[in-house]
């Protein structure tokens, strides 16, 4: 089973941004869809991004032109980077690999990294 480890989350004004880090052992994460989800408290987990092995990209409506996900020249990282965020963005972040065809997450879930947005 593969590990996931999320990273880079934190405290942060609206406005601001941050980079959050998922990483796994060997370079499986170049060869599969992956995608971020997150969890605001009392809600559903989410998918807000995905990557295709390919490079392809798509983004929920809500984080579309502020969130950008993209993967390190060895493939073994694969970032979330939020910019212009907003307090609704608050939640877990999870990294996972996604269903090809649909936002099912198909590996055991990680501890996540938490982003907070808030003045």
């Known amino acids: 089973q593969v590990q996931l480890v999320e990273s880079g989350g934190g405290l942060v004004q609206p406005g601001g941004s941050l980079r959050l880090s998922c990483a796994a052992s060997g370079s499986i994460l170049s060869i599969v869809t992956m995608g971020w989800y997150r969890q605001a408290p009392g809600k559903q987990r989410e998918l807000v991004a995905a990557i295709g092995s390919g490079g392809s990209t798509n983004y929920a409506d809500s984080v579309k032109g502020r969130f950008t996900v993209s993967r390190d020249s060895a493939k073994t990282t694969v970032y979330l980077q939020m910019n212009s965020l907003k307090p609704e963005d608050t939640a877990v972040y999870y990294c996972?690999?996604?269903?090809?065809?649909?936002?099912?997450?198909?590996?055991?879930w990680g501890q996540g990294t938490q982003v907070t947005v808030s003045s």
């Open positions: 996972n690999r996604k269903s090809e065809r649909s936002a099912f997450a198909l590996w055991s």
